[in-house]
């Protein structure tokens, strides 16, 4: 078992900056992937980016893409989702979730332990 805890989201103007941590523990050891998905009202939950338990090989997606920074502080169990030029449309409850097989995918059932979320707002 992996448990996920989030943190650090809140309330934003369009154009600022938000920094998302996600705490692992339990068994990190099996963890092959770390991904960031987010959900708003009415909507599926869609994919924002990964990266390697080793902190390499992050991915995003396009709407993402060039905003959006995954890191990882290998010194902790910790993944980090830095947030810049937010946009209303970037408005969603953000999950961290975590792989313990690979498995490129990038739909939510590929992904085994979950985080409760935390909320980010962006307001225009």
């Known amino acids: 078992q992996v448990q996920l805890v989030e943190s650090g989201g809140g309330l934003v103007q369009v154009g600022g900056s938000l920094r998302l941590s996600c705490e692992a523990s339990?068994?990190?050891?099996?963890?092959?992937?770390m991904g960031w998905f987010r959900q708003a009202p009415g909507k599926q939950r869609e994919f924002v980016g990964r990266?390697?338990?080793?902190?390499?090989?992050?991915y995003y997606a396009d709407s993402v893409k060039g905003r959006f920074t995954i890191s990882r502080d290998n010194a902790k169990t910790t993944m980090y989702l830095q947030m810049n030029s937010l946009k209303p449309e970037d408005t969603a409850n953000y999950y961290c979730?975590?792989?313990?097989?690979?498995?490129?995918?990038?739909?939510?059932?590929?992904?085994?332990?979950w985080g409760q979320g935390t909320q980010v707002t962006v307001s225009s």
């Open positions: 979730a975590v792989q313990n097989a690979y498995n490129p995918g990038t739909s939510p059932s590929s992904y085994h332990y």
């Open positions: 339990g068994r990190t050891s099996t963890i092959y992937y």
């Open positions: 990266i390697l338990w080793n902190g390499r090989s992050a």
